[in-house]
């Protein structure tokens, strides 16, 4: 068996945020082998209480070219790599195996499920599911030898979801899973006493496609501030920022994150929350590494391509029911009618209401 397994993953944030569910269940089961993930420095607090070691990948820099992923091939092999699980899957990530196997050392790649992804689009959002990414990651570790149980979710929370009888050990297990996040330090602001609800909402995403309507999210926005005690809004720069300060500077108890807390504080802020609001985007797979529960709004993708929050409950993804979803993998495909109705769908009422049955109010 291999003793030192390298986990190549370079992107993208919401990929690489599922890989560490994955590696704790690795981890859990083989607690004396080493492994080493290669990834961006960016994403190193995903990691957060998992003990692995770190080779830092510069996809635009170093690692751009053909010759740069073998140069890193060979600083893996230097600090004693001998087994690759390559969780990526593209041409930088098969260059990199291409050159281990060459010295001798197994690699495995991921099966992304192309064609039955393919079959979900063709069959529209009612479709049945795909296998899980986080599965697809266990596949590849067990290619390699390793024998391992699935991933134990700590998820649904919350009293719409949770029996009385387990609501303590729920509770338990969301503390167990979101304690070495919590440890990172928060901005002064952002510290003290917790008192009341508090809820993020996360409504952008890299394509259109993925992002809630701004009047729509402005609205989101103003019905939880008249329910919650805070709600914090996540978001990127320029014109998401700028959202994001009108809403603070109109609700009193509203704070925009942007440029105020590091990646490592946003995510030990998220496993403070009661709640978190977020498309199908990074912010729904923070939540899931810290067990916060997520109402998600899903428009040119569906949970059945198999990239739902790991742990999430199904019940708190809201979709529209429009022949014409998904109709892309990744969110990325312009609309059809140019209008991106299957995000307009989704009334503002009906995610507030979700999240007040989660929480409780």
Known sequence: MPRHLLVLRLSAMGDVAMLPH???????????????????????P??????????????????????????????????????????????????????????????????????????????????????????????????LGFSFDDPCPAGPVGPAVAAPSSAVSVAARRAEVAAPFTAVALPQELSGEKRGVWVGVAP????????????RAREVIGLLAARCERVFVHSGGGAEADFARAAEAEWPNVVALHGRVTLAQEIALIARMDCLVTMDSLAMHLASLTATPAVSVWGATCPALG?????????????????????????????????????QAVDPERIVDRVAEVVGL
């Not at 003990?51 to 600083?75: C, H, T």
């Not at 952008?204 to 009047?215: D, I, M, Q």
């Open 204 to 215: 952008f995403s890299a394509h259109r496609g993925k992002t809630y309507p701004e009047e």
């Open 22 to 44: 994955a590696l704790r269940a690795l981890r859990t089961a083989w607690p004396d082998l080493r492994v080493t993930v290669a990834t961006r420095p960016l994403f190193r």
């Open 307 to 343: 990239f739902l929050g790991w742990g999430g409950d199904a019940a708190n993804a809201l979709q529209a029911d429009l022949a014409c979803r998904p109709c892309s993998r990744y969110g990325a495909k312009p609309c059809r009618y140019d209008d991106y109705r299957c995000m």
């Open 46 to 143: 995903f990691f957060a209480g998992i003990d692995v070691d770190f080779l830092d990948v510069d996809p635009s820099g170093a690692q751009r070219s053909l010759a740069g992923m073998w140069r890193l091939a060979a600083v893996a092999r230097e600090r004693g790599v001998d087994a690759v699980a390559d969780v990526h899957g593209t041409w930088r990530s098969k260059a990199f195996c291409a050159s281990m196997r060459l010295h001798g050392i197994p690699a495995a790649s991921i099966d992304k499920g192309r064609r039955e992804k393919r079959r979900v689009i063709a069959e529209g959002w009612r479709a049945a599911p795909v296998r899980h990414t986080v599965l697809r990651y266990c596949d590849v570790f067990r290619r």
